[in-house]
């Protein structure tokens, strides 16, 4: 990838509604994207296996494989193919599935009916923080008990086995990461997301703690600063 959000950016789009794809596939190519579209799971499958991508956006509501079995299924792949960011079109007035796509890995959430602008601005908000590349304060991979995260490469691993991560979780970590022991307002972890109520920070701090903690309830390595955000506290 290079340093800009959109410059040679191959994006997949995948809704059922004719006129919604279309309409996504204009715009964002106007505004110099590479676009492919799909129409449902089978299609963006075969896309998926057989092209890579920069970023996917996926609507929730489709027949048959709908867009949440769509994120399960590319977060079940391996190397950066199941790191591929996913931004989900939800329903309006369906917070539930918002939850659930970011339970599932996606990076990103946009309630329909949308501003096409805010779908670009979000679009190019991921894309950066999956360029993102931390100013790293300590030397060597950060030691959180029984895993290691390695900021340079964002990887987590739990002896020597990798865990996945999304780019989301990537990102959040590698900034948490470069002030270890320090709180960082959780506003600030937001603000990359576009996510004005911070909610999708919360659930993505939830996803990481089942990731590193023993327990994930009394968190050791990830914690809450109450009234403030977030620190990460490695050993």
């Known amino acids: 990838m290079t340093s800009s959000p959109v410059a040679d950016r191959h994006l997949l789009v995948v809704d059922d509604d004719d006129r919604i794809r279309q309409l996504l596939k204009e715009y964002l190519s106007r505004k110099g994207f590479r676009v492919s579209a799909a129409s449902g799971g089978a299609a963006a499958r075969g896309l ?4 890579d991508f920069d970023l996917a956006v996926f609507d929730v509501m489709m027949p048959g494989e709908d867009g949440f ?8 792949r391996k190397g950066a193919a199941g790191r591929t960011p996913v931004l989900m079109l939800t ?6 599935d918002r939850i659930e796509g970011l339970k599932l890995g996606a990076d990103d959430y946009l309630a329909k009916p949308f501003e096409p602008e805010e779908l670009l601005l979000r679009i190019e908000s991921i894309l950066r923080r999956s360029d993102a590349k931390p100013t790293q304060t300590a030397t060597g991979p950060l030691v959180l008990g029984t895993c290691r995260f390695d900021i340079d490469r964002g990887e987590l691993t739990r002896e020597d086995e990798v865990i996945r991560l999304t780019e989301a979780e990537i990102a959040l970590l590698r900034r948490l990461a470069r002030s270890p022991h320090e709180p960082v ?3 600030e ?3 990359e997301t576009v996510d004005a109520s911070g909610r999708a920070v919360d659930v993505q701090v939830t996803r990481l703690r089942r990731k590193i903690e023993t327990d994930p309830k009394i968190p050791r390595y990830l914690q809450t600063v109450r009234g403030i955000g977030y620190l990460l506290a490695p050993d």
């Open 91 to 96: 329903a309006r007035g369906e917070p539930g």
């Open 185 to 187: 307002e959780r506003m």
């Open 189 to 191: 972890l937001a603000r």
């Open 69 to 76: 079995a769509l994120t399960r299924w590319l977060r079940a």
């Open 48 to 51: 998926l296996d057989s092209l």
